[in-house]
């Protein structure tokens, strides 16, 4: 069973068309939970980290939210420079590394 | 302030070859991990590096290997390459060994023919 599972793994928005994205996490003894965007080619651009549930996170377009099994993403008002791979990533208390989920690819057309 | 770096962008090698792929982390930063991306695989964890020693590896065969230098870069190194070790490697630093976020390169994209 995956420790980090992110849904949709695919999502097309209209620009200025809100939605969330869903990372769901079954580690136990959560250390930190990150959001990384990565575009083609490119290594992943560190967003947020949340340690607790009940943290948000925001910048720009985008917030972070935390529950002890899920966090989303919520992308508010979406512009076309938004579209990108966003991954998700944990990290299980007594452990260094990050583990990370599939991500989920947003398009947002003009 | 620079951030971490690899080299080299791109790598073509054939099956059976050895490839070096080498990392510098963000001044001060003094763990490197270095991740594996294959094509629809999602980040895999290779290796963790923390003052010169090897602290963990992921599930990977031990033809997968690296060090950790005296100034904190990083190497990885890949023997008796197969197709499918055709992947973008990433290599990212942290300051604090055991929280905070990661930061990663830019990659390293190896080919294998």
């Known amino acids: 069973e995956d420790q980090v599972t992110q849904s949709p793994e695919a999502l097309r928005l209209q620009e200025g068309e809100s939605s969330s994205l869903n990372c769901s996490y079954t580690?136990?003894?959560?250390?930190?939970l990150f959001w990384y965007r990565q575009d083609p080619g490119k290594g992943p651009e560190f967003l947020f980290t949340?340690?607790?549930a009940g943290e948000e996170k925001e910048k720009e377009r985008l917030k972070a939210t935390l529950t002890k099994k899920e966090s989303f993403l919520h992308i508010t008002a979406p512009k076309p420079e938004d579209s990108a791979t966003y991954l998700c990533?944990?990290?299980?208390?007594?452990?260094?590394?990050?583990?990370f989920g599939k991500g989920t690819m947003l398009l947002v057309s003009p | 302030e620079a951030g971490v770096t690899q080299s080299p962008t791109h790598l073509i090698k054939t099956r059976g070859q050895q490839a070096t792929l080498r990392c510098s982390p963000i001044?001060?930063?003094?763990?490197v991990y270095w991740y594996q991306q294959a094509l629809g695989l999602g980040l895999q964890f290779l290796l963790w590096?923390?003052?010169?020693?090897?602290?963990n590896r992921g599930n990977f065969p031990p033809r997968f290997s690296g060090r950790q230098f005296p100034n904190y870069s990083s190497e990885l190194n890949v023997n008796a390459l197969e197709l499918e070790d055709s992947a973008l490697y990433l290599c990212?630093?942290?300051?604090?060994?055991?929280?905070?976020?990661?930061?990663f390169g830019e990659g390293s994209r190896l080919t294998v023919l």
């Open positions: 990212a630093s942290r300051k604090s060994p055991n929280t905070g976020e990661l930061f």
């Open positions: 580690v136990s003894g959560l250390r930190g």
């Open positions: 949340l340690y607790s």
């Open positions: 990533a944990v990290q299980e208390g007594g452990y260094s590394t990050l583990t």
């Open positions: 001044s001060g930063h003094t763990s």
């Open positions: 590096y923390d003052e010169g020693e090897e602290r």
